[in-house]
């Protein structure tokens, strides 16, 4: 079983995990038409209507749990890869695990473990709803004449032939927030605003504040895109 293709779930990612507790093979993907509880960072609700692309793939990676960490930055770069190759459009990265078209969200990333597995959940912006996205939801779509379900299995064929090494410099390159002032939102205290300088080896955003340099391993940023 390499795809399970359904209209509606609550959540890819959820129907991944349990396939991969009950011994999925590696790459299996779940790809769906809508969402009614799809969820990105720090549990916050994905707005997840028809006309996007909902995919979850099981990574199963021979990677030394510090490195998995890796894995994040490494799908960025595929979905971006897979983004250009049939849309032509080049889309950025924001740190951690958005990508930005225009100034706007177009897709959000959220890896999380399942026993010795990684889920890999995409949610991608294929078209603009009807009506246009909610005022308060800032994001873009790709808007293209190409079939969801073509772009999902590109998607999957660059994450599975992806080295989380080598994608880490494309990672960098394709960096929205590095040189730029940005608002650090932790996971535990209240934001403060700091310069974003880089990003390290281990795929954390170095940044520079009052009090010198410190690389985020958790958290996110926002910034201003004029």
């Known amino acids: 079983m390499e795809?399970?293709?359904?209209?509606?779930?609550d959540s890819t990612n959820r129907v991944a995990k349990e396939l991969a507790r009950q011994g999925a093979a590696h790459g299996t993907a779940v790809l769906?038409?809508?969402q009614t509880a799809g969820r990105g960072r720090r549990g916050r609700h994905f707005f997840s209507p028809e006309g996007g692309l909902y995919l979850s793939v099981i990574l199963r990676p021979r990677l030394a749990?510090?490195?998995?960490?890796?894995?994040?930055p490494m799908a960025a770069v595929a979905v971006c890869r897979a983004v250009e190759a049939m849309c032509g459009c080049s889309p950025g990265i924001k740190w951690v695990n958005d990508l930005y078209l225009g100034g706007r969200k177009l897709c959000g990333i959220l890896c999380e473990g399942?026993?010795?597995?990684?889920?890999?959940?995409?949610?991608?912006n294929l078209r603009t709803p009807e009506g246009g996205f909610p005022p308060d939801i800032p994001a873009a779509a790709l808007d293209c004449p190409m079939e969801g379900r073509a772009l999902a299995r590109a998607i999957r064929e660059r994450l599975l032939t992806a080295d989380p090494y080598e994608s880490?410099?494309?990672?960098?390159t394709r960096q929205l927030v590095t040189g730029r002032d940005v608002t650090v939102h932790p996971a535990a205290g209240a934001p403060y605003p700091a310069h974003a300088v880089r990003v390290d080896d281990r795929g954390r955003l170095v940044v520079r504040t009052g009090e010198?340099?410190?690389?985020?391993?958790s958290g996110e940023v926002s910034v201003r895109f004029e």
């Open 3 to 9: 795809w399970v293709y359904l209209e509606e779930t």
């Open 32 to 34: 769906a038409a809508r």
């Open 65 to 72: 749990p510090e490195d998995r960490v890796l894995l994040t």
């Open 114 to 124: 399942a026993d010795d597995a990684v889920i890999v959940g995409i949610g991608l």
């Open 168 to 172: 880490l410099e494309e990672y960098r």
């Open 212 to 217: 010198g340099l410190q690389a985020l391993d």
